[in-house]
């Protein structure tokens, strides 16, 4: 069993930058980023491999969000810059113990965390 712990949200100002880690307790594969905002499904933010080699991201926060992980710590990193109001959700990190390429489709991922909110304020 993985479990799995995210950090990092807050309320800031549409412009501002957040950092949100993940941290797992155990060895995993691929790993992802997923959101909710009320009254939406959940939704695909970006995803990335072992190596960290491949990566994906919703093309909405793409040239604003990178994902990175650094698996010494067991850690996988959303930094958001230049966040919109329309980013406001609370956001899931979820984990694998295999490797696959479709990182969107949110049934892949077995593991979740308990999510953290990120509001951004207009």
């Known amino acids: 069993q993985v479990q799995l712990v995210e950090s990092g949200g807050g309320l800031v100002q549409a412009g501002a930058s957040l950092r949100l880690p993940c941290t797992a307790s155990g060895r995993t594969f691929d790993m992802g980023w997923f959101r909710q905002a009320p009254g939406n499904e959940r939704e695909f933010v970006a995803g990335i491999s072992w190596s960290g080699v491949s990566t994906d991201l919703l093309d909405s926060v793409k040239g604003r969000f990178t994902i990175s992980r650094d698996n010494a710590k067991n850690t996988v990193y959303l930094q958001m810059n230049s966040l919109k109001p329309e980013d406001t959700a609370v956001y899931y990190c979820?984990?694998?113990?295999?490797?696959?390429?479709?990182?969107?489709?949110?049934?892949?991922?077995?593991?979740w965390g308990r999510g953290t909110q990120v509001t951004v304020s207009s």
């Open positions: 979820a984990a694998r113990r295999l490797a696959n390429t479709d990182y969107r489709n949110p049934i892949g991922f077995p593991y």
